[in-house]
């Protein structure tokens, strides 16, 4: 499976501020995907980030406050903007296998909102 | 609604002491149903996929069982490393990879 990287590994942050999380494979892999992980909570599918083209967000994401890049096939960037105490979770990004069915996570990223 | 309940929310086992975890699900149609371990501040790691009733999958102590509504993790023999989260989900046909998660079964295994 592929080894997948994300930065920062945590981060505190001020409310309103935004953070930007990068993930990078080392393989080009064709489906990634966002995901949060809030205390307590099932993890939540953000979108679908899709190589050249814009990001297909799940009911209750919008871009303004999630945006997302997908400048090529080994890397992506999830922003959260304006950020609140809600905000606070783990986010993870993951890819998918073959047709996409198998999901690889990331090791996420814990962000925590003051 | 596609739905997935995981039972119990944690578990705690002596080493030796099997167990069975279980995954209930509600889906439209069944592509996959998943089966990840989280261990505390690291990522799902994957461990079983099953796409039909019927199927079996087994990994060291882990064998994952599937049928029309539900799916089990049995532990066999458990030992202390396999102590973590485990996460159960699915992907409904025509859902475009989306995975819906459970909120897992904390299993803790005393040596």
């Known amino acids: 499976s592929a080894v997948i990287s994300q930065k920062p590994s945590r981060d505190i942050c001020q409310r309103g501020t935004s953070l930007t999380i990068q993930c990078q494979v080392d393989?080009?892999?064709?489906?990634m995907f966002w995901y949060r992980q809030q205390p307590g909570q099932s993890l939540t599918l953000i979108a679908t980030?899709?190589?050249?083209?814009?990001?297909?967000?799940e009911s209750g994401f919008v871009i303004d406050k999630f945006p997302i890049s997908r400048p090529n096939l080994t890397f992506s960037t999830l922003t959260v903007s304006n950020m609140s105490p809600e905000d606070s979770s783990i986010y993870l990004c993951?890819?998918?296998?073959?047709?996409?069915?198998?999901?690889?996570f990331g090791p996420g990223t814990r962000l925590l909102v003051l | 609604e596609d739905q997935v309940t995981q039972s119990p929310e944690a578990l705690r086992l002596q080493e030796g002491e099997s167990s069975s975890l279980n995954c209930s699900y509600t889906v439209s149609g069944l592509r996959g149903l998943f089966w990840y371990r989280q261990d505390p501040g690291k990522g799902p790691e994957f461990l079983f996929t099953?796409?039909?009733a019927g199927e079996e999958k087994e990994k060291e102590r882990l064998k994952a069982t599937l049928t029309k509504k539900e799916s089990f993790l049995h532990i066999t023999a458990p030992k202390p490393e396999d102590s973590a989260t485990y996460l159960c989900a699915v992907q409904a046909v025509g859902a475009t990879n989306k995975l819906i998660f459970g909120t897992g079964t904390l299993l803790a295994v005393q040596p």
């Open positions: 099953l796409y039909s």
């Open positions: 993951s890819v998918g296998s073959g047709r996409g069915e198998t999901q690889y």
């Open positions: 980030a899709n190589q050249g083209s814009e990001a297909t967000y």
């Open positions: 393989s080009q892999v064709t489906m």
